[in-house]
């Protein structure tokens, strides 16, 4: 029964919600719209979910007194201050603490840490970029082309020449024909897997989201 | 006091650029900042924005969206079921109950997979076809169409020759074929060029039958239920080449944007900071 009673309720609501799609009867779209909005309340208990995990391996860190728990007590203590001044005070609105927070805290922060990555890709892209065949070559002189194409650098090396060759068309045509071909092949593969996806779960023979044990 | 806020976020900014050095006690704690500050954001807006209104609100201060609602009514329980739901998946703090957090898992689990079944057919497949199903002519006018047809076929033909026949005929030397392919490369977009200066429906004949044989390309190359090889290998050969003039943009899109990025953090602590720049 541990196993049974999920995979009906996953066939049941599956079936459900396929059904909204072909019957456009209010009773039913209405129930799916309901449907939907437990859906994005699990999400929500979810992620807390996630959070509270974070908070409690912090916290036996810190009573461990294991290595780095100094850096536990940041974590506790700026998570602690972002809830407390998004309760009282309003959550995202203009003006409010949290939003404060929001933008002079997470966004520098996090802008900061991927910026990071600039310096990462450039090693990531020696390694990716090294001519080892020509599909590796086309890889690269597309590359250096949309680089280049995006930058103020790339419109004045090329300004002299035809407007078609000039780097910012070239990008382009570029993104527009063959990279959007690619992506339209790639997008229409994964939509027929998910698709694929979607039907084993349903029919209940995808059960990998149930966990291990029995 | 502005100055003060502005140093603390340049000191945290370099803290966290000195990892470019090695790892470090500064790193570690604006690390740990970003950890606790992203935690801390997503807590709130999913409590404040879901379950609070949704759940805690309906449940047990009896209002939903500003409105009384009665306890026991069917609102009340619409609000009840999920957030029991919800809770259910608590369960894996206690091993010997886990087990039924699987039933939230079903619920959410099958609704986005019945959820997406029918839009995904619709939206990534039936409208991406339709979208990729241009004339490849590029005009209405039949003799004009035929030209720009034909035009457009020699190129890609010479285009597509070079590519898979002279590369499988031809060297093994490594430069020899990296110039083919350059060649072939040219090849294409001088005829794009030429074809700009004859017409513009040119151009668009050809865009167009790059995107269709693009497309069928990198289909055939996900093709796995034969051998590619024949006419499905030239077409899968075709999709390589497609698929990595996508991906090498996409790589370089992805490296201006962290670029991007980077120079935002470069002018906050010259221009803001220091004022050494305008």
Redesign the interface.
Known sequence: M??E??????????????V???VPHHVVSSS?E????????????????G??N?IRVHFHKIRRRRE?WG??I??????????A???PWG??EEGSA?NW??L???V????????????F??SA?YR?FR?????????????????LG??PLGQLMTRSW?E??QLPN?TE????????????????????G??A???R??LGIERS???G?K | MTFI?TTI?AL??LS??S??YKDNPFY????????????????????????HP??FSPVFLLRMGGEPIGFGSFLWW?AL???L???L??A?FFPKF??VG????????????????????Q???IE??R??AVSVAGVEDPFAAMTNLALGVVIFAAMTYLLIVK?NLGTKN?LA??G???VS?VMG?AG??VL?LISSTGVVSL?NI??????L???S??FFSMKHKGLLGGLARV??????????????????S??S??I??VS?LLHDWLHLID
């Open positions: 541990r196993r009673i999920p995979l009906a309720i996953t066939f049941l609501i599956g079936i459900f919600m396929l909204d799609f072909f799916a309901e449907m939907k909005q437990w859906g994005t309340i699990i999400i929500a208990a979810s992620i807390l979910l959070v509270g974070l780095g850096y536990s940041t974590t506790l203590a700026i998570m602690a201050i972002m809830f001044f998004g309760g959550t995202i949290f927070m929001f002079n805290m997470q520098p922060l996090q802008s900061t840490m991927f910026s990071l990555l600039a310096f890709i450039a892209a990716a001519l080892r065949s020509a599909e590796a070559s086309l890889l690269l002189i597309a590359a250096i082309i949309v680089m995006r930058v035809p078609a060759v070239m045509v570029i993104m527009a024909y063959p990279n959007m071909a690619a992506f339209r092949g790639i997008l229409m593969g994964a939509a027929l998910v698709m996806m979607g039907l779960i349903i989201y149930l966990g044990e | 806020w976020g945290l900014t966290i650029y990892f470019l570690k704690f604006a690390e740990h900042l970003v950890v606790g500050v992203s935690a801390g954001y997503y807590l709130v807006i999913y409590y404040f924005n879901f379950i949704n759940v619409m079921i999920p957030g739901l919800g809770i998946l608590y894996r886990a087990w699987r039933w939230a898992l079903g619920v959410y689990v099958g609704g986005y997979a019945g959820l997406g079944i029918s839009p995904v057919m939206a990534r497949v991406q076809l979208a990729n590369r490594l074929k990296i083919v392919l350059l490369a977009y794009w060029w700009s865009t790059l995107l269709v044989v693009g497309l390309g990198t289909l190359y996900f999709g390589i080449a497609f698929l990595m003039v996508g991906f090498g943009a996409s790589f370089g899109y992805t490296v201006m962290r670029v990025l980077l935002g953090r906050f």
